[in-house]
């Protein structure tokens, strides 16, 4: 056998410096490891980040939030032992200054705070708490207020100096979504301020510095179970942003079945640009054989030029992912933590080279070991008898090929279920699509002959020896059905934007109206708008603290995982009480309690909560509400319109049961005219300090914006596959157009006209595009459903009548490039042509 030095001598000489032949390979290893490269060291980076940033997005190692109250002496006592502990407030309220007022989320602390990191202000001061007196302002707080430093601000009818502007709040990220930007102030301004009586709608956060060694989760766990009703709502280091982690987790696994979908396309590409490629060079294969070159020669020359070709592809697709993670980070900087700058992750790098090299291999391997089993005279007459396909050989290589990459896949992943099905479906999907291609080839076979002859070439076409049918057939279908499956993902995020994000919506919402100043309340909003329609609810918070039947109720804190459906369990929800059901809700099981009940404490539930937790009418409910545990009977089920942002809880009680405990109320104030709404504001700024105004309009705006800022980056991502789809198109396609150079020059000898030529093509793909759109429309669909329905946990709501549209977009693609591709074919001279055959 040739030495391997000889053999890439023979190879290197072969090779074209432009690569021609198998630019096809080096783009789509560019796209899928590209993907792959990005994807792995963007998540990994921001994964690093938040392990590495856990306590600093923290504020320390353990938090403890209870709502409505402070932490009571015990509790205080129990924190303190663990560590070193920061205490502080948060709570929605007004700022003004002058005519100009804006809602905020005021954060008190104390001097101890942050136990983790320093605050940076504008001015390059690094700090902690504020003087007293003093408040540091966030910058969108400083321009909505049209305030700078040495200026002054009202926040429940206490005036504050500006103190600075926050340039880096070192928790940040951990506090979560806001309905304003952030003021600090020191933690005894809200009592002060009068903004913590009793029944104001304020969180107390216990941040916990534990000694090195200590157990930050179990740490919670003691504390839980010393304090079973505490309502406790705990974070620890590990998780300091839940949401942000769960984001990155999803989309981390999301991105990565993108970038294994691109490379499962582009290895479609990469078989085909190979066995055009070996199809190029199949009398120098042939030559090389007839001077005595060895099956083995033939494979060890052809696996150096394919395998120099991928490792180039794939180092591109590096040097690509490397470059545009910085450009990600940027736009995903504030949102998540990202590192600045090029970020190189070895490991990441690593597996996407390993995926392009093994993916190459699996769909290079039969062309290539099919080049090396003919004898040299098969090859020289393989246009005229075209050659048998075999996978017999390449069933050793391909095997261990696509086992390598389904441990790579399975090691590499934590949604390993997810990871399983996409594997079992994309190699589905593969079997789906070769043996659609064998059936059509049989059904046309055996189809009546068309009388007109271009429609009877055309059908002989899919089925003659040598027909390309089978690699059309999966590259097209492939191709399509990512045309589909974006569209599907796209129309469904946008629904779910307008169906999660309301269109219909009060114009205010008031938080911590004092409950006994309900009329006055009425009167100041009628003296500005006097068509204004006020709703008002009381508003607690509580925690579920158990439930089901009576005599064996299932306590929260002992279950291992929540079930389903089940978020309200989750920490402390609202809670409100009415003597009639309220507006936009349906009951739809049990009874409603009369007016004026004076009974057994009654409570109705959400039905979908009842669902999830299986609860029957007459069950009991128990609740932490301020630290006092609270049970009611479960008298009714409801539906709850969601679609509306009025006042809609899933725990609905009887005045009877928590009217006694201390609370405000809740208010919507929706406006007949859109000019109201500035001298409005003004005017419940000045009468009710110590409540919070929120105006709904800017909350939907943020929440449009977040959730548009998701749907892009699933979009951009899926995009990549659509990316590989289109190459693998032009790839199948050049490589039918290659086998139709020695048919189009027999018919052009018969007299066929270049018209009568194109109308061929177009009729061979416009009967394989047919047959695909079906396919391809049900293969996308039920991807689409996958990513959006059980990865990302949206609905599926796709526009049905713009996927049709892109599906015709992509078959008229896919005929356009067909007849693009063959107008090469109809300037080729016949007699040189057959000499070249």
């Not at 392990?51 to 002496?73: F, H, K």
């Not at 545009?324 to 070895?346: N, Q």
């Not at 409950?515 to 009167?523: I, M, S």
Request: aromatic share 6%; net charge positive.
């Amino acid at each position: 056998m040739t030495p391997w030095r000889t053999a890439w001598t023979i190879a290197r000489r072969d090779l074209s410096a432009r690569f021609k032949g198998l630019r096809l390979l080096l783009v789509c290893l560019f796209l899928g490891v590209g993907a792959l490269a990005a994807i792995g060291t963007l998540t990994g980076a921001i994964e690093r980040e938040l392990g590495s940033r856990g306590r600093s997005i923290l504020g320390g190692d353990v938090e403890v939030a209870v709502w409505q109250r402070a932490a009571s002496t015990a509790e205080l006592q129990a924190f303190a032992a663990q560590g070193q502990v920061s205490g502080g407030i948060r709570l929605q309220a007004m700022a003004r200054a002058g005519d100009l007022a804006a809602p905020i989320e005021l954060k008190a602390v104390d001097a101890r705070w942050p136990l983790v990191g320093k605050l940076t202000l504008k001015d390059g001061r690094s700090t902690g708490a504020p003087p007293h007196g003093e408040a540091w302002l966030a910058e969108g707080a400083a321009e909505r207020l049209g305030v700078k430093p040495g200026g002054s601000v009202t926040i429940g009818g206490a005036t504050l100096k500006v103190g600075g502007i926050i340039a880096d709040e070192p928790d940040r990220l951990g506090e979560g979504f806001t309905l304003g930007p952030v003021v600090i102030v020191e933690s005894g301004f809200p009592q002060a301020a009068g903004l913590t009586a009793p029944g104001a709608m304020y969180r107390s956060k216990y941040r916990i510095a534990l000694p090195p060694g200590r157990d930050p989760q179990g740490v919670v766990d003691a504390l839980k179970r010393k304090f079973p009703s505490s309502g406790f709502e705990t974070k620890t280091r590990d998780r300091a942003a839940p949401g942000a982690d769960r984001f990155v987790s999803r989309m981390g696994d999301f991105l990565v079945l993108v970038g294994l979908a691109a490379l499962a396309i582009a290895g479609i590409g990469i078989g085909g640009g190979v066995s055009s490629y070996l199809e190029a060079r199949r009398t120098s294969v042939a030559t090389l054989k007839v001077l005595g070159a060895t099956s083995g020669d033939i494979a060890r020359i052809y696996l150096l030029q394919i395998g120099f070709a991928a490792l180039v592809g794939s180092a591109l697709g590096l040097v690509a992912g490397v470059l545009v993670t910085p450009l990600l980070g940027s736009a995903l900087g504030s949102l998540l933590p990202v590192a600045p700058g090029l970020v190189f992750d070895p490991g990441a790098l690593g597996r996407a080279t390993l995926y392009g090299l093994l993916i190459a291999l699996v769909f290079a391997a039969p062309p290539l070991l099919a080049a090396r089993r003919f004898p040299a005279m098969a090859l020289f007459r393989a246009r005229v008898s075209p050659l048998a396909q075999g996978w017999r050989d390449a069933a050793l290589p391909v095997g261990l090929g696509v086992a390598a990459i389904a441990g790579l896949a399975l090691l590499t992943t934590k949604a390993k279920l997810v990871t399983a099905w996409f594997l079992g479906g994309a190699l589905g999907l593969l079997v789906l699509l070769g043996a659609l291609g064998w059936a059509i080839r049989k059904l046309a076979a055996h189809l009546p002959r068309p009388e007109r002859p271009l429609l009877r070439i055309a059908l002989a076409n899919l089925h003659r020896p040598g027909a390309q049918t089978g690699a059309l057939v999966t590259a097209l279908g492939f191709g399509l059905a990512a045309f589909v499956t974006l569209a599907a993902i796209q129309t469904s995020l946008d629904a779910n934007i307008m169906a999660r994000v309301p269109q219909r919506a009060p114009d205010y919402f008031v938080l911590d109206v004092p409950r006994d100043q309900a009329n006055e309340f009425r009167t100041a909003v009628s003296s500005v708008a006097p068509k204004a329609q006020v709703r008002m609810v009381p508003a607690l918070r509580g925690a579920i603290l158990a439930y089901g039947p009576e005599a064996a109720m299932t306590r929260v804190a002992d279950l291992k995982e929540i079930p389903e459906n089940a978020w309200p369990l989750r920490g402390e929800r609202g809670l409100t009480y009415a003597d009639e059901v309220p507006e936009g809700n349906t009951v739809t099981k049990g009874t409603w309690w009369p007016k004026g009940y004076a009974g057994e404490p009654l409570v109705s539930i959400d039905e979908k909560l009842a669902e999830a937790l299986d609860l029957q009418i007459g069950d009991k409910l128990t609740i932490g509400l301020l630290g006092v545990e609270r049970s009611a009977r479960i008298a009714s089920f409801r539906r709850i319109d969601w679609d509306s942002m009025g006042f809609n809880y899933v725990l609905v009680f009887s005045p009877n049961a928590i009217e006694d405990a201390p609370h405000n109320l809740a208010a919507t104030i929706n406006l007949p005219r859109q000019g109201e709404r500035g001298s409005l504001l003004r005017a419940l700024v000045r009468a009710f300090p110590s409540s919070s105004v929120i105006e709904v309009g800017g909350v939907l705006t943020q929440a449009r914006d977040l959730l548009r800022q998701v749907s892009l980056a699933i979009l951009a991502a899926a995009s990549v596959a659509v990316l590989a789809g289109i190459a693998v198109l032009l790839g199948a396609i050049a490589a039918a157009r290659a086998s139709r150079t020695y048919d189009n020059v027999i018919l052009r000898v018969l007299g066929a006209s270049r018209r009568q030529l194109l109308l061929l093509q177009l009729a061979e793909y416009a009967l394989l595009a047919t047959v695909l759109a079906g396919v391809a429309l049900a293969l996308g669909s039920a991807i689409a459903w996958l990513v959006v329905v059980q990865l990302f946990e949206f609905d599926w709501l796709p526009a049905w009548g713009e996927v049709l549209a892109v599906l015709g977009l992509g078959l008229a693609l896919v005929i356009g490039f067909a007849l693009a591709a063959s107008l090469p074919l109809l300037r080729a001279k016949p007699a040189q042509a057959l000499r070249e055959l």
